[in-house]
Each structure stands twice: as C-alpha cells, then as structure tokens.
C-alpha cells in the first residue's frame, strides 16, 4: 500500500466509485476508502427474505455488521433509543464496495427544473431551511446524460418528464406486467400522463454483463445476473485498472487529519486487517472527498475537531449534520378481480410525473409509480389490509388468494427541510473503534405532512380508477426521514454564512476538504435521488481532477 495519494475518497458507493474513476483516468492516484467488503449475489444472503435491504427483521446482507456499530435514536416523542443497523430508526445505508448501487431498484429520474428552485417557487415556510439549489437543471443536464451512459440506463428515447434532454438512453425500458395495462387505462381516464421509468438495470446485455433474467427478488439484493448497474462494476472496474486507484475494504475513518495549521492533510484510518485485528495508520493525500452518505460523512466532519474548529471542520456555524431529509412514501394498496401481479422483477413499469409541482395547496409534491416486485414476506409485513388479522388461517388464506391480486402506487414527496432534523455526535455511546456515534433527532416539518396526504389521495384516485375493488393504506406518522435517500447534512450554497459547501463541494474555509453524496442537497427531489447523486459525482470529481 502506497502512503501517499493525489486523493482519498472515503465511501464507494453512488458518488464515490465515480469519484475513484474520473479521478484516477484523469491521472491522478486514488485511496478509495470502504468500512464494507465486495459482495455478490453468492455471497449476500440471496435466499434470506428475513435478512437483506429491503426487510430487516432479523439483520441485512451486507454490512455494518449488527454488533459493534450502534447509533442513537431520538424518536417524535423525544425518547432516546439504542440502534443497530437492522433496527427502525438507524437509517442504514448498505456498506459494501457500490454501497446502496449494489442492492437498489435502480430508479434512474433527473431531478424536475423546478426541484432546484424551491424557495423561489414556494416561498420559505415557517420553521423551515428551504433554499434553493446553487446551481440549474441547466447546468446538470450534461452530467445527468454522462451518467445514464456511463453507468448504464435503460428507458424511453424522448422522454423529458423531468427536464429537457439532448440524447435519448443506452437502452430500451423495461417489459409490462399485469397490472400495466389497468393502471394506465386508469391514468388515462384522470388525465394523468404516464411512461415507464428510466432504471439502472440492464435490459439488454451491456458491457459484457447479462440483461436483467426478472427475478422475484429485486431490490434489496444483489442481481444474479450482474444486471444491476451499480458503481461495483462499472466505475470502480475502471478505476482499478488504470492502475493508479486502490482500494482498501474493511476500513473505516476515524478522522481527517489536519496538521497544525489546521490544513487537511489525508484521513486517520482503521484497518480491521485479517482476523478483524485493528491496525491504524494515517494516509496522506493532497485532498480528501467524503462521499460516505448523509450521516457518516456529516459524522466524519464533526469527529475531526481542530483547536481553530472546535466543533468539527467546517462547523464553526453549527450547519454539519443539520437539514437531514430523505423521502416520506405515501402509499395505496390495490386490490383487483383477477391477478395483476406475476412476481417478475424489478416490477416498476408505469409512472406520472404530473403531481411533482404544482399541487394546489401544498409546497411541490411527488412522482408516482407502481412498485418493485415482493417478496412474500414483505408482502405479509407491508401490505396487508388494516384490517386483517396478521397470523392465522385468515391472513393465510388473504395471502394465498390474493398475493397476486394486489397491485400498490407509491411515491417520494418532495420534503421541505428543517434545521433541527440533525445528526450529531452523542458523548455517551461508542462503537466498536471508540469513535462516538451518531445522534439522529428530529422530526419531519409539517408541510411535508401536508404534502405527504395530498399525494396519498392522487395515488388511491388512480388505483380506484383503474378497477380496483378495494384500496387501504395508512398515512405515515410524523418521524424523522432519512433512510436509504438520506441528503443534506452538508448543504452546498453560494453563501457559506449559510451552507456548509461551495456549489463544488468544497467545504468552506478548505481549499483541499470536499464532500460528493446527498449530503451536498439543499433539498433532495420528488424523485429517487440516485442519478442526481451519479451526475453530482460526475461533475464534482471532474473539478477536483482539474485543480489537483
């Protein structure tokens, strides 16, 4: 292991493995820094529907590992809970080389133009830190299209349902299924436009990989055709053979080391080694990316205190960690006369994005689609009627009769921002390293809520109009939202009095220190926030390559 790189990019996942990439073709020697291991569809629970990430009632199937990494939870009623990565309330992200992009649907949507300009189309509500983006649709449309072309989407030539594009996708959308058809006679009888979403999972083969073979468990998994394009294999592949990346798994961060100036000088690493014996040390580098997700990179800034920054780097403002969003899913079950559902994956075929903006009454909105494929297991834990016993041969004959006759509309609102939703460091609890662990606390504003109802109602309209003899589901109780689109903890801005980065990601008051991953949204879309996170990848590290 070389001690001394152009960069180290801690986390490898959506905005990291492209990091690694474009910097090391651009020339430059890259640390690529993962607390995960490589993991496939052979190695990661494949046939464990009670461990993975998507139901983890018992653990996940890939890392952190259940013992040893707890976080603090403090729930809407202000009481304070121990967590563990399986447990409701951590907001686990997968810790694996491709983090998230090995086990996700894949859901591939740009941002809508106007996701960028919430404040100025909406105005500020009361207790809320909305803002709008630093930059325009505009300026990352060219980096949204390098990232549906050099990761791999496939959908819809002409498609501009969330902003003009110059070029069409690598390949075609996905196949229907059952339920299809009645959804968008549905659609069509409310004059809702509809499409089939664009998905990061090969529908043809590509790149020497297999097209996607529909299995019945998608997402939460890895493929087991090595369909799903994820940044494990692609980027990364590319990156390790310009010979001028590496990669160290089963490593976390301690700190970013700074020198006695308070200048970053590389990262305090700690490698768990064979046998998962400790061994620390600290790499230099001429500059540092976090791209560890929402609340480990936050967590990262503040662990890494300096005498000129007692409170962590970049947080003399008290703004690390704070706006911590992600996505609230009001959702509507469907029950039909004949089966709609035939178990192939990925499962998500139609979508609208007619109530992204302008819903009267209510700040934006959301995209709405039908969902990915269930396992039976989830289907009993999430989809059961409110009021159907859940054990017993009732529940069991609802499960064998109608598990195929369910269909469900669902989508992410577009979240308004708080400042008091945060992530913190708590003084009492450690992990396994003695580093402390993240504090979660807070609870979602209220106009989200209002939102949040507004787009249940568009989503039990469609189902009804699309025959279904029966609809249910409940509205989601005020929490806080972070989960597997957790963003903003690091906003970047034009004003550092109010922002934590520049509109590059580089923290303010550190030439050398950058963050590229949700962290840097102001806001984080009515969308899944993937392919924004990709292209935000994209065009970060290829001003990084240009400065180093």
């Known amino acids: 292991m070389s001690m001394d790189f152009d960069a180290i990019v801690v986390g490898a996942g959506a905005a990291g493995g492209i990091a690694a990439c474009v910097l090391a073709e651009a020339g430059k020697r890259v640390l690529l820094v993962e607390q995960g ?24 199937n890939t890392g952190p590992y259940v013992d040893g990494h707890p976080r603090i939870f403090v729930d809407a009623s202000g009481e304070t809970h121990v967590v563990r990565p399986h447990d409701d309330g951590y907001h686990n ?31 500020v509500p009361k207790g809320s830190s909305l803002v709008d983006w630093p930059i325009s649709y505009a300026e990352l449309a060219p980096w949204y299209e390098r990232a549906e072309w050099e990761i791999g989407v496939a959908g819809h030539d002409g498609d501009t349902n969330s902003g003009a594009r110059t070029r069409g996708y690598p390949m075609p959308p996905l196949p229907p299924k059952p339920s299809t058809a009645k959804l968008r006679a549905g659609a069509t009888n409310l004059g809702i436009s509809t499409f089939t979403p664009p998905i990061l999972i090969n529908t043809v083969p590509r790149d020497g990989r297999a097209a996607c073979v529909q299995c019945g468990s998608c997402v939460g998994f890895p493929c087991p055709s090595d369909a799903k394009n994820g940044t494990q294999n692609t980027v990364i592949q590319r990156a390790l053979a310009t010979g001028r990346c590496e990669i160290m798994t089963g490593t976390v961060a301690e700190r970013i080391a700074t020198n006695a100036r308070g200048r970053v000088v590389g990262i305090d690493l700690i490698d768990m080694g064979e046998g998962n014996a400790e061994i620390r040390r600290r790499i230099t580098a001429r500059a540092v990316m976090l791209s560890a997700g929402a609340i480990e990179s936050a967590r990262l800034l503040l662990a890494s205190a300096t005498d000129s920054e007692p409170h962590g780097l970049g947080n003399n403002r008290d703004l690390v960690g704070r706006n911590l969003q992600g996505h609230y899913y009001p959702t509507v079950f469907g029950l039909f006369e004949d089966e709609v559902e035939n178990s192939h994956g990925p499962g998500v075929t139609i979508a609208t994005t007619d109530f992204v903006h302008g819903n009267e009454g209510v700040v934006a909105g959301a995209m709405l689609a039908d969902d990915f494929v269930m396992l039976p297991a989830i289907f009993w834990k999430q989809a059961l009627p409110p009021d159907l016993p859940r054990f017993g041969l009732k529940a069991k004959h609802f499960m064998r009769d109608n598990y195929r006759r369910v269909s469900q509309i669902k989508g992410p609102v577009h979240e308004v921002p708080a400042p008091d939703c945060r992530v913190t460091l708590d003084q009492t609890c450690k992990d396994r390293f003695g580093r402390f662990v993240p504090r979660l606390s807070g609870v979602v504003h209220p106009e989200t809520l209002r939102t949040v109802a507004a787009m249940h109602e568009k989503a039990e309209a469609w189902l009804e109009a699309s025959g279904t003899i029966r609809t249910w589901g409940a509205l989601p109780a005020p929490r806080l939202s972070a989960g597997q689109h957790q963003a903003g903890t690091c906003r970047m801005g034009d004003d550092e009095a109010i922002s934590v980065t520049d509109p590059f990601g580089r923290v303010w008051g550190h030439p050398n220190l950058f963050v590229s991953d949700a962290s840097l949204h102001p806001t984080n879309g009515a969308y899944n926030p993937v392919l924004t996170i990709m292209a935000m990848g994209f065009r970060n590290s290829d001003n990084l390559a240009k400065m180093l």
Request: no cysteine; net charge positive; proline share 2%.
């Open 37 to 60: 291991r490589w993991r496939s569809h052979a190695n990661s629970g494949h046939r464990d529907h009670l461990r993975n990430h998507r139901l983890q009632a018992h653990g996940i």
């Open 93 to 123: 992200n997968a810790s694996t080389v491709g983090s998230g992009t090995l086990l996700y649907g894949g859901l591939a949507w740009r941002f809508h133009p106007d996701d960028f300009r919430l404040k100025s189309r909406y105005g």
